[in-house]
């Protein structure tokens, strides 16, 4: 597999690119062509490009494709949402496509500036825009948000959303306040939502969702005591299961499922 390196702007140490790789913005989705390939052509027109990174020897970048006119061999291709593109570009191009739409979006969402109105500007060498009026500075924006396996001997404590489009029962998560810790954020949210206290909060593995900006935190934690109570606003059910007894959880795109799947591995 070739070496991933994000960054936020071509370095000559890097050494010269065979070829640039472009990630064509069209809402909130990619546009691929029907074999999942790429261009390696950028459209004409004056959109902002966006440095992505480099992956082996092709730097990736981004374009806003919403505000330039798609014309010759683009008309092939196909705007695809970031959940099917998880299965025709594996982990490593997933993660380049959320970062893609995730940067291409901040800037639609911050071409004036929020404190006086001013139209921003591009920061040469940052990631960054800045009013030229007042100075303010946006940076891209990350949400961060928790989610944790609760145990209880050898049972898990599983959720159905009520936002959740299918059946289906995952780990609890939520967003980190102003002010809180995540792992004071994990303790709240398993109280706010299931009604239970836990303790022992470990830090598992953390995963870029672009839904729209957040990053994922994921932890597991154990069960100090109390039942089940759902918030009925956030949960329809909540279950303690044991390996054997699974419900349908979520797909291999979540880190979620990567939890649970360590989880069984342990267990089995």
């Known amino acids: 597999m070739n070496e991933w390196i994000a960054g936020t702007v071509p370095t000559s140490s890097d050494g010269p690119p065979s070829t640039r790789r472009w990630w064509l913005v069209q809402g909130a989705s990619v546009l691929v062509a029907t074999d999942g390939t790429l261009p390696v052509e950028a459209p004409p027109g004056d959109g902002e490009p966006h440095y992505l990174g480099r992956l082996g020897d092709e730097e990736q970048w981004a374009l806003d494709v919403d505000a330039v006119e798609l014309v010759g061999d683009h008309d092939a291709l196909q705007p695809t949402d970031l959940f099917t593109l998880h299965a025709t570009l594996g982990e490593q191009g997933w993660a380049i496509a959320g970062r893609a739409v995730q940067l291409v979006e901040w800037a639609r969402t911050h071409r004036f500036c929020g404190r006086c109105g001013a139209a921003t500007q591009a920061m040469d060498g940052e990631r960054a825009r800045r009013c030229p009026e007042c100075g303010l500075m946006a940076f891209p924006r ?127």
């Open 142 to 268: 990350l949400a961060p948000a928790m989610i944790v396996l609760v145990e209880r001997g050898e049972e898990v404590l599983l959720a159905r959303g009520r936002a959740f489009p299918t059946p289906m029962y995952s780990c609890l998560a939520g967003f980190v306040e102003p002010g809180e810790t995540v792992e004071e954020a994990v303790v709240r949210e398993v109280r706010e939502e299931v009604g239970v206290q836990v303790g022992d909060v470990r830090y598992q593995r953390s995963q870029p969702w672009p839904f729209p900006h957040s990053l994922m935190l994921g932890f597991r934690a154990t069960w100090l005591g109390g039942d089940i109570e759902i918030d009925p606003v956030e949960i329809v059910d909540a279950q303690w299961y044991r390996v054997d007894d699974l419900p349908q959880v979520p797909p291999g795109i979540s880190i979620a499922r990567k939890l649970i799947d360590a989880w069984v591995a342990e267990h089995s």
